[in-house]
């Protein structure tokens, strides 16, 4: 039925022994079963030596590297890090001299002083919407505000003001507090807004000249601390999916633009799904062309950052 096509024939296909091809998984990769007794450094070291466990594994390495060499370990965190309980083990992790600094975006303000203050957070969206009684809690915002118009007075960034601005509330959960905890142990936190994404920017006391200039001034630190990265350092950036991502990619090009030298450091990007900005701006594009190396690590913020934290602690 058609002329000039026939099955083609596999009678002169080439082969070889399968002994003499390189592979990429071997039995030494394979998992070991986990017995009742083991430590936690057992655990890790069973996990099989693949993909996601490869990443971890190496990115553990890079972020004790950068403490031995003094290099930042800066970790860039959206709102879903504190929603997820996370907090403990980040402020363990500060206490241990593995995070040089702190960035945010707005939500993580939110949702770290309500904890400080109340223990609780993230509110029910579907059932408050239709009320508008979404956002409306007074305290959030007026701590937020207040905090803006001193720190810009003051000549300080978002993220420091709010710091003080909890901390002196003496709250009762300030010990899971990032706000609380960074600035007790003078841990550079930086805040990257967008006006209007966040509760506090529609109550009575915002003003927004207060909320830009701490911002921008937050933003001018963060660069001053990406500056540092080169020669070991790290960048982790945990479940945002476009500020941050965004953020970091100008801070890359302001460092460079000034002349600096922003090679050989680490950057990571951690969500539940990837996306289009952390791949290509934290991961691809300011380590292209050999002047770093990016990781990609895919699965849920409340089991890969422990599980992050256990290997920085564990590995070797």
């Not at 904890?115 to 059932?127: M, N, P, Q």
């Not at 709010?162 to 003496?170: A, D």
């Not at 999916?241 to 990619?249: G, Q, Y």
């Not at 799904?273 to 380590?287: G, L």
Request: with cysteine; net charge neutral; charged share 20%.
């Amino acid at each position: 039925m058609y002329e000039n096509f026939q099955p083609i024939s596999f009678d002169e296909i080439n082969t070889y022994e399968l002994a003499s091809r390189p592979s990429k998984v071997t039995v030494r990769h394979f998992a070991e079963p986990i017995e009742i007794n083991d430590s936690l450094k057992d655990f890790l070291d069973k996990l099989p030596n693949i993909l996601a466990v490869q990443s971890l594994r190496e990115l553990a390495r890079q972020i004790r590297r950068a403490k031995e060499l003094n290099k930042p370990i800066i970790w860039g965190i959206g709102g879903h890090i504190v929603k997820t309980g996370l907090a403990p083990v980040i402020i363990d992790l500060i206490k241990r001299g593995f995070v040089s600094a702190i960035a945010s975006n707005g939500s993580v303000l939110v949702h770290d002083t309500e904890i400080a203050l109340v223990g609780f957070t993230s509110e029910d969206v579907d059932a408050s919407l239709g009320k508008g009684d979404f956002g409306a809690a007074r305290e959030t915002g007026e701590i937020l505000n207040s905090a803006a118009k001193r720190g810009m007075k003051d000549k300080i960034g978002l993220g420091e003001a709010m710091g003080r601005e909890v901390l002196e509330k003496n709250p009762p959960n300030a010990e899971v507090s990032l706000l609380c905890q960074t600035y007790k142990h003078k841990i550079p936190f930086t805040t990257h807004l967008t006006i209007g994404a966040d509760v506090g920017h529609f109550h009575s006391n915002c003003d927004g000249a207060s909320l830009g200039a701490t911002s921008h001034t937050d933003f001018k630190l963060f660069c001053s601390i990406v500056k540092e990265l080169g020669g070991g350092g790290v960048y982790l950036n945990l479940g945002s999916a476009v500020v941050l991502p965004e953020i970091f990619l100008k801070a890359v090009t302001v460092v460079r633009n000034l002349g600096f030298p922003l090679e050989d450091f680490s950057t990571a990007n951690f969500d539940f799904i990837r996306h289009y900005r952390p791949t290509t701006n934290v991961v691809r594009r300011p380590t292209a062309g050999g002047a770093g190396r990016g990781f990609s690590i895919t699965g849920h913020h409340e089991i890969m950052i422990p599980l992050l934290a256990a290997h920085i602690l564990c590995g070797e």
